[in-house]
């Protein structure tokens, strides 16, 4: 069958994201995901039992829909064709560390859906000092030609970057360094949602300088 997907992977694709990265601490890197293994989890999404999404974690988990309002579900290895992102991820997850030296030990994710007004207001996925995430990434598995923008800010809360949802784009940023929010979304927007961990509660911010 031939896939609607069609572009070239990029050579050393991962090479791709270092300057920025240093540069900014995020990234945005286009067509990142091989175009079968898109179509592939575009498909899969679709056929997956998405539940509401909460806000907080382990006790203080909670569903508040004035704050995000999309579906998710945990990926796991036992799915073929999420163990087959699962595996990208964790090639990713090893040259950051021989790049940056930033000691990650496991990424989870989940598929993320956002129908007609889905949200996800401003917020952190991690705080200094208080969580083991390091990293965060996001990776579109749809095309949304309008709504559904990952915003990204600084931590003056000024606009830094304006991501429109395309298939196959990643998007890498620090964890605790950047808020960020989902704008409303006008057509069903398909998504993975990841964090990159280390053991620790503690970890220094990487140099953006460096």
């Given at each position: ?6 572009w ?14 240093y540069q900014?601490?995020?990234v ?49 290895e ?10 990208r ?8 560390n ?27 996925d ?15 598995l ?7 923008e ?61």
């Amino acid at each position: 069958m031939t896939i609607p997907y069609q572009w070239p992977e990029p050579e050393l694709w991962l090479n791709q994201l270092s300057d920025p990265f240093y540069q900014q601490g995020y990234v945005v890197l286009p067509q990142a995901l091989p175009a079968d293994l898109c179509w592939a989890l575009y498909q899969d999404i679709q056929q997956q039992p998405l539940t509401p999404a909460g806000v907080g974690r382990s006790g203080q988990h909670q569903l508040n829909t004035e704050v995000r309002r999309d579906q998710t579900l945990w990926l796991s290895e036992q799915h073929p064709v999420q163990q087959a992102y699962l595996a990208r991820m964790a090639e990713l997850q090893q040259w950051m560390n021989r790049r940056f030296f930033l000691g990650l030990v496991d990424f989870e994710a989940h598929y993320a859906r956002y129908q007609q007004g889905d949200f996800y207001l401003t917020h952190l996925d991690a705080f200094a000092g208080r969580s083991n995430r390091v990293l965060s990434s996001v990776c579109y598995l749809n095309d949304c030609d309008s709504g559904g923008e990952l915003l990204i800010y600084d931590e003056q809360q000024q606009l830094l970057q304006r991501v429109q949802p395309k298939a196959g784009t990643l998007v890498l940023f620090e964890s605790c360094r950047f808020p960020h929010e989902v704008k409303p979304a006008a057509t069903l927007r398909y998504s993975i949602a990841g964090w990159f961990r280390h053991n620790t509660s503690i970890q220094g911010q990487i140099d953006p300088a460096r």
